[in-house]
């Protein structure tokens, strides 16, 4: 994917700045960059979203930007006239995107390519200029435009902090970036909950899944899929022979146990077909 002039120039001003120290160059900033409009383009394809230049800022359907730096901003469908806002300013040298979430902001004039978005109430007065936009298909309901809409939130997010942690700290020891620590991290800041808060509620969820599964319980795990136990057959004694040496060894017989067990969606399966097979 050929990246544009407009993002070139952005990023040489920057680097120029030298916004980003001396441990990266020009050229990795743009392998960066073109690995993080290939996740964008691909959200597109999977969501089914449609690439616009323009749109009203009333039109009933959930928006998806990207800024010249790859910030995101999602407007989720209008309700009386306010939307749900959320943006993640995805810094090169953060752990953890800076988000702003806000519930009832009100979008000024038209939302338009290469312009920022203005904002009349809200915690946030304007975005940064858009540099693509996209919206969700009008034939679907509200609910199931804003349901994308946040999965491809999360999914840009996080994989453009993992693509910055490639990036600029390939030799640090730091820990992945889908740890425990971080999705805590991730979360906290998307909801506006203390590190202990969140934490504690994916603990809980934890817990509450362990225990259904021990219960005898199918326990969905939305569009991932299921576990449950099921149960593994006996197995009567028998005689084997030792790839040592070639000898005969006795295998004790086994009692029948309950072992957990996953079933993928066709959902997740379809989404994992698409993932790049590594050489």
């Not at 050229?27 to 969501?47: I, M, P, S, Y």
């Not at 939307?83 to 979430?101: C, H, M, N, Q, T």
């Not at 509450?208 to 939305?222: H, K, P, Q, R, W």
């Not at 029948?256 to 969606?265: C, D, G, L, N, T």
Request: charged share 30%; aromatic share 8%; net charge neutral.
């Amino acid at each position: 994917m050929e990246i544009s002039n407009k993002v070139k120039d952005h990023l040489k001003r920057l680097y120029d700045k030298e916004a980003f120290g001396d441990e990266v160059n020009y050229d990795q900033l743009l392998e960066n960059w073109e690995a993080k409009e290939r996740l964008f383009e691909g959200q597109l394809n999977n969501l089914n979203m449609e690439e616009v230049s323009l749109l009203q800022g009333d039109v009933p359907r959930a928006l998806l930007g990207i800024s010249y730096s790859g910030s995101l901003l999602a407007l989720y469908v209008p309700n009386k006239g306010k939307r749900i806002l959320e943006y993640a300013s995805i810094k090169f040298r953060d752990d953890v995107p800076g988000w702003i979430k806000d519930e009832a902001v009100v979008v000024k004039d038209s939302i338009e390519q290469d312009k920022a978005v203005y904002f009349s109430q809200g915690k946030l007065e304007h975005s940064s200029p858009l540099y693509r936009l996209a919206a969700l298909p009008l034939n679907l309901s509200a609910a199931e435009q804003d349901r994308r809409l946040s999965e491809a939130m999360i999914y840009l997010s996080n994989g453009f902090m993992k693509l910055n942690l490639n990036t600029f700290h390939p030799n640090d020891p730091a820990p992945e970036h889908f740890t425990k620590r971080n999705m805590v991290a991730f979360l906290g800041k998307k909801f506006g909950l203390t590190q202990q808060m969140t934490k504690d509620i994916i603990e809980d969820y934890q817990t509450l899944v362990e225990t259904g599964i021990l219960m005898g319980e199918s326990i969905s795990l939305g569009r991932i899929g299921r576990l449950k136990l099921k149960t593994k057959s006996p197995q009567k004694a028998r005689i084997i022979k030792s790839p040592q040496d070639g000898s005969e060894i006795t295998v004790p017989a086994k009692p029948a146990i309950m072992v957990p067990k996953i079933s993928f969606s066709d959902y997740f399966k379809d989404r994992s077909a698409t993932v790049p097979v590594e050489e």
